[in-house]
């Protein structure tokens, strides 16, 4: 009898479906986003199958769906992007993770809510996680630029989160037809309203404040290519963007901070010496999302 039942027991255990043990999470680093702004939802699947999984690619094992609704239920379409632009192999025993963009992957064209549906699929089982539950907002705007000669449309413009107030520059064609790119600039107090101004190379000038004591200074090419950003202390009651005959701007009455977060190898400019004037001398925006 002992036997029988252990016979019973290893053979209920070998046929436990592959998918239950599998380990998936998934995660949203905000639950809102500004209008084309990237939407990345990270997903972690921990294998301890015993065999390897296989995401896209010729012979996939395992696979991921996506669905993307709205408040009124309805479905967003999905654009041509693929959703695994490399195939994803996660051997026995590995912890691996991945993003998905849902702006890339989905026509998210309108500023309403919205709910991601995730399932995982192996050996046959499915396994549905929670919905993802986020916001697109329109933003507040804080001034455009456009520039006839490179077709370019600068928009500064901040969106609220739980964290605070995020600014961000939107890169659109002239007309503000077509979205280009959206970059995430930092936090910002809007007490005291940002700056953008044009020099007479057509270089787009941005100062802003994240605190009483402490300013953020950008600068772009006129076709939108980020240059740098400088973290900067007020000496003056308020400094402001000053024309400047060699950098089209500067800011007199500042001083020069060490970059909040290293600049990336290979894109650093000398460091600046602490104290020195405010002039553009470090920094490397990061974060541009290229929209299709």
Known sequence: MKNKLLLIWVFAFSALPLFAQIEVKRSMQHDSFLLYESIPVRVEIRNVSGGTLQFGGEEPNAYLRFVVRNTR???????????????????????????????????????????CEITLIADGEQWKLDPLLFAVKNGTSHGTVRRRSTDRSFSLISVNRKSGDELMLRLSDYREQTTLATYTLERVMLFIPPEM???????????????NRQMVYCRFHGDGRPIIRQYLRPTTQRPRLVEHEEFGFWVPGAEVLEPLDPVPAGDAAPPAAAGATAEPVAGVISDALELQ
């Not at 693929?82 to 998210?108: C, E, H, K």
């Open 73 to 115: 239920n309805q479905v967003i379409h999905r654009t041509d992007v693929p959703l695994y632009d490399t195939m994803w192999v996660i051997p026995d025993g590995i912890r691996s993770a991945r993003n998905f963009d849902l702006v890339q992957l989905y026509q998210i064209r309108n500023a309403e809510s919205y709910r």
């Open 197 to 211: 101004r044009v020099d007479h190379n057509g270089r787009v000038h941005i100062l802003f404040y994240q605190s």
